[in-house]
């Protein structure tokens, strides 16, 4: 008998890549339109905006490409989730379009510039809360019957989703304060760097929260993280949070520019572990598994040739942008 070869596995690791890398470069420029809204003058706005100018759109190839591997090679999983998380995805997108027109138009429309100031600061902050609305609605888990969603429109609204929101918009925003660090001199660095701070400490505060809520919500996330030797196997990924954590907090407070960056991004990939250490096989957490929600492995088969010459597509143009418009920025010189 012929031995089909699985591929589950690699499409878990192309989606979970999709999904990584927009959660980092959407989130900083999402950060930074964060940030934006408090700038004090013009030139601060316009320097600002230069830093993510010629990259920005581009960011959210990964989006597409998460949404379209979610549907076509766990598509049982995307008929549970999207109808789940309906709502906030809808806000979501909303809010990226109008994010979007406003950063065209606050260059063609002087007349109404302050308006789309903050017509973009409000987008990315709406676009940023409604990610995590819908990432806290996935880690509390989704009614399912017969392979369907079996609950109601608002039943993603609940306290440990708006924590999950609020808390991404402080992620977002130690991104976005590391990105303006990297790319800005002056003022605009100094206060990136106040900013910084303090969003740090909101997301250390929501991560330690989340991390006692999770178990406390879910008897299987408990036994994964503190049943022996699973306390022992994992432990590095908390500790390492708390390590990486003091480091940036000092490199926010020091001359260093990478530094703060990286230091966020670091936080990011252990939350993102930390995720996946807790829900793993689920990819509707505590009813569907990878292997339950997967497509056919002939279907998977005929899209993975496709992804494959795709994906060092999108990783060699976005390598590109980011090499091609390296270094800092200045208000007078970029998008106009």
């Known amino acids: 008998m012929t031995q089909v070869l699985d591929l589950v596995p690699i499409w878990t690791l192309i989606l979970g890549l999709a999904v990584f890398f927009y959660v980092l470069l959407d989130g900083f420029d999402l950060g930074v339109g964060m940030l934006f809204g408090f ?5 601060s706005r316009n320097a600002i ?20 591997g979610l549907l076509a090679a766990f598509p049982t999983a995307f008929a549970v989730i999207i109808p789940a998380v309906y709502f906030p995805i809808l806000v979501m ?45 996935f880690v509390q888990g989704f009614p399912v019957r017969d392979g369907q969603f079996a609950g109601t429109s608002f039943a993603f609204l609940t306290p440990f989703s708006v924590l999950t929101g609020v808390a991404l918009m ?11 660090i990297l790319k800005t001199e002056g003022a605009i660095q100094a206060a990136a760097r106040r900013q910084g701070r303090i969003c740090l400490i909101g997301v250390v505060t929501a991560i330690s929260i989340v991390s006692i809520w999770t178990p406390i919500m879910s008897s ?12 022992a196997l994992f432990a590095p990924v908390p500790l390492l949070s708390g390590v990486i954590a003091l480091g940036t907090w000092r490199a926010l407070g020091s001359q260093a520019e990478a530094a703060p960056f990286f230091g966020a991004i670091g936080l990011f990939v252990l939350a993102y572990a930390g995720m996946a250490i807790s ?4 990819i509707v957490p505590y009813q569907l598994t990878l292997w339950e929600a997967a497509s056919s492995p002939r279907t998977q088969a005929f899209l993975l040739v496709g992804t494959l010459f795709l994906i060092p597509v999108i990783l060699t143009y976005s390598s590109w942008s980011y090499w091609v418009f390296r270094g800092k920025v200045r208000a007078d010189v970029g998008y106009e």
Do not use: H
Not at 279 to 282: C, D
């Open 170 to 180: 402080f992620g977002y925003g130690l991104l976005g304060a590391g990105w303006l």
């Open 39 to 43: 700038a004090p003058d013009a030139r």
């Open 49 to 68: 905006m230069n830093s993510i100018a010629p990259i920005w759109d581009g960011n959210e190839t990964w989006l597409v490409l998460g949404g379209l």
């Open 93 to 137: 997108l909303l809010a990226l379009v109008f994010r979007g027109v406003a950063f065209e138009f606050r260059f063609r429309d002087a007349e109404n510039k302050t308006f789309w100031d903050r017509a973009f600061c409000y987008g990315s902050a709406i676009a940023t809360f409604a990610q995590g609305v819908v990432l806290g609605a």
């Open 279 to 282: 829900l793993f096989p689920m």
């Open 220 to 231: 299987e996330v408990a036994a994964r993280w503190f049943t022996w030797p699973d306390i």
